[in-house]
């Protein structure tokens, strides 16, 4: 899948092509980016997601916005996390400056996800990483405050950790399997499905089991199968075949394909989901021709 990273931060579109598996991350650089003027950092991702949107129309637009919140400076950096000082030594000296003397050195990274579908439909993620702010810059890895930042739980800052580290704990990461599970929510709301009991048992157990149920719950309409539906494809409605099959790998783990087909010319368009039971999802993978509006 490909999607526009509407970010000039080369940082963030390295760890989202780690963070989300299957995906060709593209980063918009652009000199014509709207001011991030939002209060929240979901107002300022929106911003540029809505910019991304004008200039890649009908293309999957991402876009990220994130900060460094300090209990003892009331939040601040916050939403103005980039824009506090120049992006390393200097904003780091800052922060440091601003703290010397104070004992609460409380703090969190927080990023917000938003993830535009080519029909226009919007899908977030949020993901949190709380720590501290250590008493001197270490490490080389990251970027921004990672030389200062010392994760709940650790002795070293995220920049000694490293980037293996970043990839599975970061706040970016976990907006990054929020969004994962929230899209592979939608596309599975979004197509359609066959009327086997005997699977719908099997699925609403696996999906009661764990929080991904408050998503899908009982409005989950898929079951595996094959039925005939109609889709719009280029304006025009046409017959479509949808197959839904899913199955558990393991207690813990189903296996979810998708697939719609509209186009007896085209591959078959197909989601792979490996979702786990605590709603987070594995991996994405499609193949095949874009999908349609259904
Ligand atoms: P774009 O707006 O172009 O995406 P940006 O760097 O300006 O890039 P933000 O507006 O989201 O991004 O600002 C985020 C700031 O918060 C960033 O400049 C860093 O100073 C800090 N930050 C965010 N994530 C971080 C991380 O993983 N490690 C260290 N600092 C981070």
Redesign the pocket.
């Known amino acids: 899948m490909r999607a526009w990273l509407c970010?000039?931060?080369a940082h963030?579109a390295r760890e989202l092509e780690r963070l989300l598996p299957g995906w060709e991350i593209e980063p918009l650089d652009s000199d014509a980016y709207p001011p991030?003027t939002g209060d929240t950092y979901y107002a300022?991702a929106r911003i540029?997601a809505d910019f991304g949107r004008s200039a890649a129309p009908g293309e999957w637009i991402l876009a990220?916005?994130?900060?460094?919140e300090v209990a003892a400076l009331d939040g601040r950096p916050g939403v103005q996390?980039?824009r506090y000082a120049p992006?390393g030594a200097p904003?780091i000296a800052k922060l440091l400056g601003e703290l010397e003397g104070v004992a609460e050195r409380g703090a969190r990274?927080v990023s917000e996800l938003v993830c535009l579908r080519p029909d226009g439909e919007e899908v977030r993620g949020t993901g949190t990483l709380t720590g501290r702010i250590a008493g001197e810059p270490r490490g080389t890895e990251?970027?921004?405050?990672?030389p200062v930042f010392v994760p709940e739980g650790e002795d070293c800052t995220?920049a000694e950790l490293g980037n293996a580290w970043k990839e599975k704990h970061?706040h970016?990461a976990r907006a990054a399997r929020a969004l994962l599970a929230a899209l592979g929510a939608v596309v599975l709301l979004a197509g359609c499905g066959g009327t086997d009991r005997t699977s719908k048992r099997v699925l609403r157990a696996f999906f009661a089991g764990g929080p991904v149920a408050r998503k899908l719950g009982t409005r989950f309409p898929h079951a595996p199968g094959t039925l005939p539906c109609t889709v719009r494809d280029r304006g025009k409605t046409v017959q479509a075949t949808c197959a839904t099959d899913i199955s558990l790998v393991k207690p813990a783990r189903a296996v979810v394909t998708l697939t719609e087909a509209w186009n007896h010319g085209a591959k078959a368009h197909t989601w792979f989901f490996f979702i786990r039971r605590d709603g987070t999802v594995q991996s994405v993978i499609q193949e095949g021709a874009p999908a349609p509006q259904s």
Not at 64 to 68: A, R, T
Not at 142 to 146: A, C, K, S, T
């Open positions: 970010s000039r931060n963030k991030e300022n540029k990220e916005d994130s900060g460094l996390s980039a992006e904003a990274y990251g970027f921004g405050y990672d995220v970061s970016r």
